[in-house]
Structure formats: structure tokens, C-alpha cells
């Protein structure tokens, strides 16, 4: 199987900017949730639609996020 | 262009398309963890996991030398094999493996350029099928420590100022603005760099696809950082993974004759007691 309708985009999360990937592979869509600086995989969502495994993965990336304290 | 200084390490995922399925070839997926794998990797790859894989999980250290036996032999590596590497993250953990395959002196080892990002993006083949190796027996070499840094040598290279030091996390991880990368967990307790570090982000070296930049554009990115390889140098980030991928860019691509990975890192230094810290 290959991947399918591939999209990446960009987007802003309070302060910090998360680059959003998913495409379709057989039947589901995938989604992973990377910080753009340094570019670490912070979360990944999975559905039977494309808006549902973003939601799920931009969700969980956002609950992380928040976690993160800026000390100066 | 300048042809990089060791070319063969870096493979296309043109090459690793072609070449999969080659008695003497194993391609290897390696991540943080092996989710990413099981959603579908490159049809023939095996996966191993940095976290439970190619660390000690007992102690902090790299694998040792009886455990890094037995993982390539059970994944039907033998010394002659073409070890074919890629993950996500850009490559970060992939080229940690990079590193530890030459710590133990495996000949031919290879990054497959741009790594799991660049083989979505063009929709080659997925898998969920996970291939059975036949184990092999693998003999590793002692370990070349020439190529991996501990603190003492770092504390004693730093004060004197005897090595270009590089730190390749995140400029606000640099500044001590923020502890982690946004959005994992913190690691350590004080922010800031190493005295004397230049700040040159791992992703400098990389094009939007996740490919290599050139010779000549890495070769101007570091020079103009003030990094030239006159003294030894030592590349650090926060656990060690990404500065496998610079460590990789200086020795492999530049040619670079002293590259060490010091994979201590960050989460070391910024916990040590009494040990200097820059914050600019």
C-alpha cells in the first residue's frame, strides 16, 4: 500500500508553531504533530477521516504544549 | 559542487527502493520508539527502538558490546552486511544508530537521505509486515571511543578551550529560555549552554525535504559559525540523538578528521552540580 493524499501544513499552538502531516494508508488516515523548533515528533493521531486523526493528534500535542514553561 | 568527503554512507530512498530486497542489504527503521513502524515502514526493514533497543536500559550508556552482539545477530546482520538506516525525526535516532554501529566497527553502514519524512512525502511503499531474519552471528570490534565524548574530557577540553564545541539544540533551548523542545518532558534543572558553545541547530543542515544541504552550503554554514575543524570537535544537544545527526555531518559529509558525540549532553551538564553555565 501506499501513502495518499499526503498534506503538510503549519500551524501555531499558543506560542509555539507545530507542523501538522497526514496522509491516507489503506482505509485510515494518520496524522503526526512535530514542534517546528527542533522538529521532534510531540504526537500522533490516527481515524477513519482525515479531520478526525488531526484533531485527535493536534489534541494531544496541544495537552503537551502546555506543559511547556518558558523560564525567562 | 563539492562531492561530500565519504559519499557511500548516504543512500536515496531511490537506492533504497532499487536495493530492498538484496540478499545483503538490511534495512533498518529506527525511532524513539516503534509506533511509527507499525503504522507501515519500508517494505523489508526490521525496527529497532532507541528506547529499549540501542540504550542499556539499566544504566545511562550505549549498548555494551555483548548486548550490541546479540541485537544485530538477531536481526539477521552478519559484519559483511550493508546496514541501511532511516527513522523519523528527520533521522535524529537513526543516526545515533549510525554512531553506535561505528563505536563497534561495522563496515558498511548507510543513512538513507531525508529517512521516513521524505519517503511519505513521495508516497513510496509502506508495510505492515514485519520480515523474519534469520540470526546470524555478528562479532562487534571493541568500542572506537575516539568518536564519543564523556564529561570529564568535555569539563577538561572546555576549560581549556581545546576543542570547538558545537550545541545543535533549539536556539530558546540554547538560551536557557526553555528546558525541553516544546512539548516533551524536562530533563534537567538548569537551562543555558556550555561555556564557549556555538549554537548551530541540527536542522541547518537539512533541506525543507529533510535531505542533506550540500557540501559547500554545510561547509559555509559551519565556517561562518566559526566551527572549521582545527580543533578536535565535540557536538552535543539534549540526549545525544541529535547531535548524532551533526556528528554525522561533520565527520561524514565534511570529512572533518575529530568529531565526537558527546550523547551525556545537556541532560548531564544541565545537572550538574557547581558545572558552568552560559546564558547569553
Known sequence: ?72 | MSEYAQPQVLVSTKWVEEHKGDANVRIVEVDVDTKAYEEGHVPGAIAWSWQTQLCDTVQRDILPKAGFERLLGSSGIENGTTVVLYGDNNNWFAAWAFWQLKIYGHGDVRLMNGGRKKWIEEERELTRDAPRAAPKTYRAKDPDLSIRSFLPEVRKAVAGRAVELVDVRSPQEFTGEILAPPGLPETCQRGGHIPGAKSITWSKACNEDGTFKSRDELARLYREAGITGSKPVIAYCRIGERSSHSWFVLKYLLGFKDVRNYDGSWTEWGNLVGAPVEKP
Open chain 1, 1 to 72: 500500500m501506499k501513502p495518499e493524499e499526503y498534506s503538510r501544513r503549519q500551524q501555531q499552538v499558543g506560542r509555539w508553531a507545530i507542523n501538522i502531516v497526514s496522509y491516507r494508508l489503506g482505509d485510515r488516515y494518520y496524522c503526526t504533530v512535530d514542534n517546528v523548533e527542533p522538529g521532534a515528533r510531540i504526537a500522533r493521531g490516527e481515524g477513519a477521516t482525515r479531520e478526525e486523526a488531526e484533531r485527535s493528534a493536534i489534541e494531544k500535542a496541544t495537552a503537551r504544549l502546555a506543559k511547556t514553561r518558558v523560564v525567562s
